[in-house]
């Protein structure tokens, strides 16, 4: 039974992308919205108004709008990755925002100990995040979020571990001029999950799964409808794991309404449109796509709606 809950544990990330994903929290790690993707990934310096807070915190405070965004992962082997999120300018130099992202695996196909079929499983990650961002210069802001982590596992028909836990991001925001950006991001500081299994194993008792912590640099380049992006990140878990994932994206803004994109990161290959209209006001409204292809020929499609008010 214990190697079941092991084997279970990682199943999930595992099949997220690369060995990195493997890590705790791997979902986290692969992007959330459709924009974002298609570009790579590499927003550290870069605004995404479908969810503001989640690349950079310091963003948040450069808002003059409110921005709602909502989010839909479809990826192969039965998982999705979903988000919604608010965020808000805090007069006079602040910003603050809330968000919730469900990841998880479904049609997991449960046995008993004699092999036979049981009933259907999933597994479910959530997590609710606070942010707070401040300008301390008219160009240069710090922000933060904070996470309250929960894992929720199955082991049979009729047992369930779950695993909990708090974790933060730091980031710091420079807008040098109208066409230059950089960020700074350090992810998943502190943030883990901490089980208890005595309630399921003879043998069982608490364990500490801590999530690797990501260092990320990144920039952006604006001009004339023209956008380059990217970052470089280092992801560790000060012990024995380093690896250095680079993050490179564009797009084409045409009649500041139909947008082309295309980029690499997180291990995948990514392409995506996406349209801005008039929902209520010019322009307060945003539809994006994304296609991605990964290292193992698995494909994600998403789909993102951005409202600013």
């Not at 307060?284 to 499609?301: G, K, M, N, P």
């Amino acid at each position: 039974m214990k190697l079941i809950f092991k084997v279970l544990l990682i199943f999930p990330v595992l099949l997220l992308s690369q060995d990195w994903a493997g890590q705790s929290g791997g979902f986290l790690r692969m992007g959330i919205t459709a924009r974002s993707i298609s570009m790579g990934g590499g927003f550290t310096a870069e605004l995404d108004q479908s969810f503001v807070q989640f690349h950079n915190p310091a963003w948040v405070a450069f808002l003059t709008k409110r921005y709602f965004g909502s989010s839909f992962n479809n990826l192969s082997l039965d998982r999705r990755i979903a988000a919604t999120n608010i965020s808000s300018f805090l007069p006079p130099t602040a910003g603050v925002g809330v968000s919730w992202i469900n990841a998880g695996v479904t049609g997991i196909q449960g046995r008993t100990s004699s092999g036979e079929k049981s009933s259907v499983m999933q597994t479910s990650e959530n997590i609710l995040m606070v942010t707070f961002a401040q300008r301390i210069q008219p160009w240069l802001s710090v922000g933060a979020n904070f996470k309250i982590l929960k894992y929720d596992l199955p082991i049979t028909i009729s047992d369930r571990v779950s695993g909990s836990g708090i974790g933060f991001d730091l980031g710091f925001l420079v807008k040098s001029n109208e066409y230059i950006t950089f960020g700074l991001v350090v992810q998943d500081l502190s943030s883990n999950y901490q089980w208890n299994t005595n309630a399921i194993f003879t043998q069982g008792g608490p364990y500490k799964d801590e999530f690797p912590v990501v260092y990320r640099l990144g920039s952006r380049f604006n001009n004339k409808g023209l956008k380059i992006i990217g970052d470089a990140g280092f992801i560790t878990n000060h012990k024995t794991y380093f690896k250095f994932l680079p993050r490179l994206g564009v797009e084409y803004g045409l009649l500041e309404k139909y947008y082309f994109r295309g980029g690499y990161g997180n291990g995948r290959t990514a392409f995506g449109v996406g349209y801005q209209y008039a929902l209520f006001t010019d322009n307060d409204s945003q539809i994006d796509y994304a296609f991605s292809l990964d290292w193992a020929v698995q494909t994600c499609h998403t789909i993102s709606y951005a409202f600013n008010f």
